[in-house]
C-alpha cells in the first residue's frame, strides 16, 4: 500500500518556468490538500478538493493552480515560478466527515522540495 | 479562523526523562485533532487521532488528551529516547470537514 506519492521529490526551476506537481493517493480518499511549509511558519493551505472534479482555495492559493480530473490524482501547477514560491510542498488526503472510516487519520505525502532561482 | 499554536517552540530533554507538549486552538468547533511526527527532511507521520467526543487516546509511549472546551491538548511522552528526537506538530479539523489547521510545531531533542 503505497499511501500518498508526491513526484517529482526535488526540482530547481528559474524565474518564470512553469511545472506540476502531481499527487496520487490509492486510498480511496474524497479529499486532497496541498500545503506548502515554511520555516517558522507552518503548514499553510494552498488548495484542496473533496471530490473529483471539484477544487476550491486554501489560505495561501495566489500563483498556484490545481486540478483533480481522477479521484486519485491531484495536481498543482505553478505557471510563472517566483522565488517567492520556494518552499517545502506537501500534499495528504483524507476521508470525508460522516464517512465510516472518517476517523482515520490524514495522510501526507514525503514532500517535493522546489528551489526557484 | 481556527488558529493552532504550541508551546514550546523548541524543547531539549534528557533521555528517560517524561515531557509534555502543549497545543492550543482557538474555536473548539473541532471534527477531530491529530498529532503528527516530522523526521528533518521528510513528510508527517500521524501519531494519534482524538475524535471530539473523545478525552484521550494512547499508543505505546505517547498518551494524547483533549479538553475541547478549553481549547488545548497535550501530547505526553513517557521514558524519552533520543529516536523521539522530531518536530511534534498538532492538527485540528474543523467541523465543516474541509480543512485542517496545524501549529507551527515544537521541535524535540532527546539527549542520550
Known amino acids: 500500500n503505497a499511501g500518498v506519492t508526491q513526484t517529482p521529490k526535488f526540482r530547481v526551476l528559474k524565474t518564470g518556468q512553469s511545472m506540476t506537481l502531481l499527487c496520487a493517493q490509492d486510498?480511496?480518499?474524497?479529499?486532497m490538500y496541498w500545503y506548502r511549509q515554511d520555516p517558522g511558519m507552518g503548514l499553510r493551505l494552498i488548495h484542496y478538493?473533496?471530490?473529483?472534479?471539484?477544487?476550491a482555495k486554501g489560505e495561501v492559493p495566489d500563483g498556484y493552480n490545481v486540478s483533480r480530473l481522477k479521484k486519485q490524482n491531484f495536481l498543482l501547477g505553478l505557471e510563472s515560478a517566483a522565488p517567492s514560491q520556494t518552499s517545502v510542498y506537501f500534499c495528504?488526503?483524507?476521508?470525508?466527515?460522516?464517512?465510516?472510516?472518517?476517523?482515520?487519520?490524514?495522510?501526507f505525502g514525503d514532500g517535493t522540495r522546489l528551489s526557484i532561482l | 479562523k481556527q488558529e493552532v499554536t504550541q508551546i514550546p517552540a523548541a524543547l531539549s530533554v534528557p533521555e528517560g526523562e517524561n515531557l509534555v507538549l502543549n497545543c492550543s486552538f482557538t474555536?473548539?468547533?473541532?471534527?477531530?485533532l491529530q498529532w503528527f511526527r516530522q523526521d528533518p527532511g521528510k513528510g508527517l507521520t500521524s501519531l494519534l487521532l482524538?475524535?471530539?467526543?473523545?478525552r484521550e487516546q494512547t499508543s505505546g509511549r505517547l498518551n494524547a488528551s483533549l479538553d475541547k472546551s478549553s481549547g488545548r491538548s497535550t501530547l505526553y511522552i513517557a521514558a524519552s529516547q533520543p529516536g523521539d528526537s522530531a518536530t511534534y506538530l498538532c492538527?485540528?479539523?474543523?467541523?465543516?470537514?474541509?480543512?485542517?489547521?496545524f501549529g507551527t510545531g515544537t521541535s524535540l531533542t532527546v539527549i542520550p
Open positions: 478538493s473533496v471530490g473529483e472534479g471539484t477544487t
Open positions: 482524538i475524535q471530539s467526543s473523545q
Open positions: 495528504a488526503s483524507s476521508y470525508t466527515i460522516g464517512a465510516l472510516e472518517s476517523n482515520q487519520p490524514q495522510h
Open positions: 474555536d473548539s468547533a473541532i471534527y477531530n
Open positions: 492538527a485540528v479539523r474543523i467541523t465543516t470537514g474541509n480543512q485542517f489547521y
Open positions: 486510498m480511496n480518499h474524497e479529499y
